[in-house]
């Protein structure tokens, strides 16, 4: 028999989606996937992903919410420099969606998606 941890980790986790209007919307995600891709999966507008998640177009920029950063592990120097061409805002909590995978550490995890993506 399974703990209840572990039950709801296979089941997946939640996240918040904050469109830039102010609209949030909960997704079931699952463990394993990327941003980008529950993003896709589910219908999420705003977040383009030009070249599919090839890391080449910065289209799938999000800000993850403060209280979320220290769950993630710092942008690797590729997306970093990719984050210095985005068409909004950079910020502190600016990360490209497709580089982010989802692990049960990041149950609630809350972002926003920027206005514009080109």
């Not at 507008?45 to 177009?57: F, L, N, Y």
């Not at 910065?58 to 403060?66: E, K, M, Q, R, S």
Request: hydrophobic share 35%; aromatic share 2%; with cysteine.
């Amino acid at each position: 028999m399974k703990s209840a941890a572990a039950a709801q980790a296979s089941d997946g986790i939640d996240i918040h989606v904050v469109q830039p209007d102010g609209r949030e919307k909960l997704i079931r995600a699952s463990i394993g996937q990327s941003l980008l891709e529950m993003a896709q999966t589910h219908g999420i507008d705003g977040i383009v992903a030009e070249c599919g998640g090839s890391m080449s177009c910065a289209t799938c920029h999000v800000y993850i919410h403060d209280d979320d950063l220290a769950r993630l592990p710092p942008p690797e120097r590729m997306e970093d420099e990719m984050l210095d061409g985005v068409a909004s805002e950079r910020r502190t909590g600016s990360r490209l969606a497709c580089q982010i995978t989802l692990t049960a550490g990041l149950e609630g995890l809350r972002l926003t998606i920027p206005q514009d993506q080109y």
